[in-house]
């Protein structure tokens, strides 16, 4: 399967329309650009933030990247932020930081070209780290990156962006680069030195492969398919378990005729749906033990709201200011 | 929480039945029988099965264990198998020839003792490792051990299989055990060296531990918690997703309404139930493109049989023998 076979519904659905498309230099994301000019898309706008943690280096990826997208006859938007200060000023950490300045810079670049869709780089690689770094700090399941997100930045912005790469591997994409003899600027793609994520890419995917005798990261991308199939059976489910009143309150009769992973999964996107924060499996547990009539009638929740149980209806209460 | 609080509620449940213990005489299964003991089990059968790979001290296991349920009063069955030779004779690695000639010894025990419900010392360590190890193999989501399991042995012979500690850290096993001065035998549970799962255990977990800064195993397994509850969902959804006719063959306009995350766990559903093997998700999705009235109306499946589209169903067609 050939790399444009992977995007070809992408292209074929997308190709005639204008884009914002995030450039940084580095090797991902300089094959997606090439692909997708190759693949005949006209209207994009390149779009590379210096996040001004490289030095000169910082400002000699901007500079090849304005070249690049000149060299292709395209609109390029640069722009420069000082991430470590953000990160100083917001007690942020530096993924943090760089991620919402990303974000800012997008919505900046959305109003300016009238354009809120953004085309990210993000391939299978990444995607297989994603999966394994969110499975590390306790992800319910197992979860990746999505092909599509929807997104409002700080100031109110609304970006959807788009990662049509995440079923192609790296090394395809630089063998694809260097078949049509381009360049692009090493570790540009790895401006924020994440040390997690290099962490896991240079001391724990080679022991894995090496131990199992498969690619590990094509063998978590395969799982993270199944775990996207599952998302989507359980948003359906959740609706179809029909557990709310016409007040949007909580049945419990109906509740408790559930199998107990979907109580689980009911509870949870209705504390969600509700905006209560901090949801773990103990709060949702403890909200489960409400449908017991012998049970004390309200569970606290975080935020200082709490759970209900009233004439077999639970429900949120929301705190009473004095 | 304590190790007894953890396993309360199996205490509860199953004190006062005849179970068969499975000890290696390794410390997991050595604090299991331990435990079992304090909480209040009396009909307890030892099972220990030599699989003759650590020459003398295989030996030496086996008196440890056979002593060990002397001192308690307990019962004991000692089975011994040349696990090296199986291997050779079925053609099978070494860790299945293992299991399956426990499951052997098991059910062996089960029809002497009348006794079908074996208990087993996996814990918390465990199930990360097998989490981690299926992930690798490219499991659809993340997919752990069950803490109760149905088995039917190649003889023929049911067997039910509980494991009490899957939440229970293995370094809290081991400070169990010594807070009550109990000896065990090193090595002893690990019979069969899994150099895989070895693998995972000295050079992976460590290293992700490290990363995270958090302990990777206790974070997979809480993620293998939430993986469960989202098997739960799915078998109710696909029961629930109605797309069996009253002959039990697929009807297209009910499997086209669903999303396609359901219609591929329908279809995997139905493929499996029938005895499909070597199910993947390109085979489901080449049976979800009958549905397209324009394709052509058969899809084959392994083994020789044939997926048939005929007016709005879809069904099974068995290879016919001229």
């Known amino acids: 399967v050939t790399i444009e076979d992977r995007v070809s519904g992408f292209v074929e659905a997308f190709r005639d329309d204008r884009w914002l498309v995030a450039v940084s230099g580095g090797a991902d994301s300089v ?3 090439h692909l997708l000019v190759e693949q005949g898309f006209r209207d994009l706008v390149v779009c590379h933030l210096d996040h001004g943690l490289r030095g000169t280096a910082s400002t000699e990826d901007a500079e090849f990247v304005k070249s690049l997208a000149a060299e292709l006859g395209l609109e390029c938007e640069v722009g420069t932020e000082n991430v470590k200060r953000l990160m100083a ?8 930081a760089a991620r919402n300045a990303r974000h800012a810079f997008f919505a900046r670049c959305a109003e300016k070209f009238q354009c809120h869709r953004v085309l990210l780089a993000h391939h299978a690689d990444d995607q297989a780290e994603t999966g394994l770094w969110n ?9 990746g990156m999505r092909e599509r997100q929807d997104l409002t930045t700080e100031s109110g912005v609304k970006l959807e962006l788009f990662r049509p790469l995440l079923g192609v591997r790296r090394s395809d994409l630089i063998d694809w680069l260097n078949f049509r003899n381009r360049s692009w600027r090493e570790d540009a793609s790895n401006q924020v030195a994440d040390v997690a994520r290099n962490r896991l890419r240079h001391d724990v995917f080679p022991v894995l492969d090496s131990i199992s005798g498969r ?7 395969r799982a993270l398919e199944g775990a996207r199939d599952l998302e989507e059976v359980e948003a359906w489910a959740t609706e179809k378990a029909g557990v709310l009143d016409p007040q949007g309150r909580l049945h419990v009769p109906v509740l408790r005729a559930l199998p107990p992973g979907l109580q689980r999964a009911v509870v949870m996107d209705y504390l969600r749906k509700s905006g209560v924060g901090g949801i773990d499996r103990d709060l949702i547990s403890r909200v489960i033990g409400l449908m017991d009539a012998n049970s004390p009638p309200a569970v606290n929740l975080p935020g200082g709201a709490s759970m209900r149980r009233q004439a077999s209806r639970m429900f ?3 705190k009473v200011s004095k």
Chains 1, 2 share one sequence.
């Open 31 to 33: 094959a997606l650009l």
């Open 89 to 96: 000023e917001r007690s942020e950490s530096l993924e943090t």
């Open 135 to 143: 499975l590390l700090r306790g992800s319910r399941g197992l979860k």
């Open 215 to 221: 690619s590990a990261a094509e063998m978590i991308c």
């Open 316 to 318: 949120i209460r929301t």
